[in-house]
């Protein structure tokens, strides 16, 4: 027994250095390299779906049909939708819970390391048979990310590649979620309340909850698709007795928590930025807690909003109205929050900054916009138009997506132990910025003009603004592998100027009370922390 104990002292002795080669990454249980594979794997994803969004904007530059025939067209918006929202969003704030978690609440890891690498490396085939597809007889599924029936059950062999993608990714969700609300919940160090919590950590315990809650609803629905489609069931099938209505409701049963499931890691991101570059402690810090809780219980009884279209009866439209405009009260106490920590602060604005303010700007825009859609008179003109379109990109991609690039600028330097050249950082902020709104807001006009979505052709008077948003979504997607080129690569190379323990002037936590590059191993023993758990004594 002596022996097995004296090895065990001497297997951990040297905890600076990871193990080297292939094996560390295949076998990889710690913490930082799996959210490294994380996010590795959620920018290829995100090339990926933008070289389908390019393909959708290259067709859609001038009337008629130029470069893909109508079949196509279908398959990549379906594709795209599929992989923005499973391969590239949803992995990228997992890769950050991974990384940033254990470092904020004093954890030597993750609880369960082995299951983190197993949640891992599930994505991996999952992916390949979502981009194999395409080369399935018959193309890709082409029935829209949403995967109504009955057109699922008329598709080729692939829907049931996408189906089997779709359960193996919610297999890899679910496991990550218990990982996270376990290591939250047993493995802060001691004298860290759960209201002393970093908001970071507060908004994925409750994302991880709405996870578990959702992604098995997603699965029961595709897995009835699956029955109609090989083994005589009807569920959604009108000829046997089915209703295709049925699986909308399921589906958005699923798909509402979905949307905020991509948005709460943002917002405990922002909350970790704002504060940091006005040198200020969040504004109330409490009421960020209940009202993200608040957005998660709301989220589950606003789900018909996307169905006002159905045949609803007016009882039904009136509850999902008012449903959906009491959720913008949480959303606006956290906008407001953000505006009062900035309020008077001592602000400066370096890139991590620029992105949280391009947040807070672009998705209340995106905000404003769904609460226009919450109205069911005006939601049943615009239903399916480009004007969904907009509302849903203002809120995902400059939500998400811009909280998720603001995050890499504000870690990356604890990541890599050297800082992010500044200008290029700028340069990407403001290329995204004017791209984006260049990409999307003339969607808005063309939406209320009634272009429906999902079209591969349109009549000569939309010509003008859907050129303007072709043009800008190239640049946009150029940008972001400027991104990766010349901001990201350069610190995973160790190029840049070395930063201290703590670079930036206001940032408040405890990652910030460890060595840059964070190590290996941190906090084998847990800290003591002060008064405000934001600080190791000693």
């Known amino acids: 027994m002596s022996a097995v104990l004296d090895h065990h002292d001497h297997a951990h002795d040297d905890h600076g250095h990871a193990p080297a080669g292939w094996r560390r990454w295949v076998y990889a249980t710690n913490h930082k390299d799996i959210g490294t594979l994380y996010l590795l794997f959620s920018f290829t994803m995100l090339m990926v779906g933008g070289v389908l969004a390019l393909g959708i904007r290259a067709e859609l530059f001038q009337p008629g049909l130029q470069i893909v025939n109508?079949?196509?067209?279908?398959?990549?918006?379906?594709?795209?939708?599929?992989?923005?929202v499973?391969?590239?969003?949803?992995?990228?704030?997992?890769?950050?819970?991974?990384?940033?978690?254990?470092?904020?609440?004093g954890a030597a890891d993750m609880a369960f390391a082995r299951m983190n690498n197993f949640s891992f490396w599930l994505m991996i085939p999952a992916a390949l048979m979502l981009v194999g597809s395409f080369f399935m007889p018959g193309g890709a599924p082409a029935a829209g990310w949403t995967l109504y029936a009955p057109l699922t059950l008329q598709m080729g062999p692939s829907m049931d590649a996408g189906i089997f993608a779709l359960h193996i990714l919610g297999a890899s969700s679910i496991m990550g979620s218990i990982n996270i609300i376990v290591t939250i919940l047993n493995m802060r160090a001691p004298g860290m309340t759960l209201m002393k919590m970093p908001m970071f950590a507060w908004t994925w315990l409750i994302t991880a909850y709405l996870l578990i809650a959702v992604m098995p609803v997603l699965a029961g629905a595709i897995t009835m698709t699956?029955?109609?489609?090989?083994?005589?069931?009807?569920?959604f099938n009108p000829a046997g007795g089915g209703d295709p209505v049925m699986y909308q409701h399921i589906f958005w049963f699923f798909g509402h928590p979905e949307v905020y499931i991509m948005i709460l890691p943002a917002f405990g991101i922002i909350s970790h930025i704002v504060p940091a570059f006005s040198r200020k402690k969040l504004f109330g810090y409490a009421s960020m807690v209940y009202a993200t809780s608040s957005i998660a219980i709301l989220s589950f009884i606003v789900w018909a909003h996307h169905m006002f279209t159905t045949g609803m009866p007016v009882t039904g439209q009136l509850f999902f109205m008012y449903a959906t405009m009491l959720i913008a009260v949480p959303t606006?106490?956290?906008?407001?929050?953000?505006?009062?920590?900035?309020?008077?602060?001592?602000?400066?604005?370096e890139t991590p900054m620029l992105f949280a303010v391009g947040f807070i700007f672009v998705f209340t825009m995106g905000g404003f916009t769904g609460l226009i859609l919450a109205m069911a008179p005006i939601d049943i003109q615009l239903?399916?138009?480009?004007?969904?379109?907009?509302?849903f990109h203002y809120v995902l991609v400059a939500g998400s997506l811009f909280a998720l690039f603001a995050g890499v600028y504000f870690w990356i330097p604890k990541w890599t132990g050297v800082m992010y050249n500044e200008s290029?950082?700028?340069?990407?902020?403001?290329?995204?910025l004017i791209s984006f709104n260049v990409t999307f807001f003339?969607?808005?006009?063309?939406g209320l003009a009634g272009m429906p979505r999902r079209y591969a052709d349109y009549p000569m008077q939309f010509t003008d603004f859907n050129m303007i948003a072709s043009v800008g979504g190239f640049f946009f997607g150029f940008v972001q592998v400027y991104f990766f080129v010349f901001v990201v690569l350069p610190?995973?190379?160790?190029?840049?100027?070395?930063?201290?323990?703590?670079?930036?002037?206001?940032?408040?936590?405890?990652?910030w009370e460890v060595p840059s590059p964070a190590p290996f191993h941190t906090f084998e023993n847990p800290p003591k922390l002060d008064a405000t758990a934001t600080r190791v004594i000693g």
């Not at 699956?226 to 569920?235: C, E, I, V, Y």
């Open 70 to 84: 109508p079949e196509l067209f279908n398959q990549f918006t379906t594709m795209h939708g599929i992989i923005m």
């Open 86 to 105: 499973f391969g590239a969003i949803m992995p990228a704030f997992v890769g950050f819970a991974n990384w940033m978690i254990p470092l904020q609440i």
């Open 226 to 235: 699956l029955t109609d489609r090989h083994f005589g069931t009807s569920f």
């Open 332 to 349: 606006a106490v956290k906008i407001f929050n953000w505006i009062a920590t900035m309020w008077r602060g001592s602000m400066t604005f």
């Open 383 to 391: 239903q399916d138009t480009y004007y969904v379109v907009a509302h």
């Open 424 to 432: 290029r950082g700028k340069i990407h902020f403001w290329w995204s």
């Open 442 to 446: 003339p969607m808005h006009f063309l």
């Open 491 to 511: 610190c995973m190379l160790g190029k840049g100027e070395k930063v201290p323990q703590k670079p930036w002037e206001g940032a408040e936590g405890l990652e």
